[in-house]
């Protein structure tokens, strides 16, 4: 799945720039955005837009870039879904 990269989150990009999400590396790009700098609506969006599965692995794979605190929120979640 393609998206364009929406500029509140992705102000350091070119405008217009797409993301390929079943790419691993733009994948784990995109979840990182949006989980440290999203809005609760962007969130919502992500989980429209990747599979558990799929976010499961991401974060698994930016773990050790993310705050404690975010970390530790999304493990929670995963665990309990």
Do not use: C
Request: aromatic residues 12%; charged residues 25%; proline residues 2%.
């Amino acid at each position: 799945m393609k998206i364009t990269t929406d500029p509140r989150l992705f102000w350091f990009v070119k405008e217009g720039t797409t993301l390929d999400l079943d790419n691993t590396v733009q994948r784990d790009f995109f979840v990182e955005q949006v989980i440290t700098h999203g809005t609760i609506n962007d969130v919502k969006k992500l989980l429209t837009q990747i599979t558990r599965e799929n976010l499961r692995n991401s974060l698994e794979r930016i773990g050790h870039f993310l705050p404690r605190e975010i970390r530790s929120f999304w493990k929670t979640y995963l665990a309990n879904y």
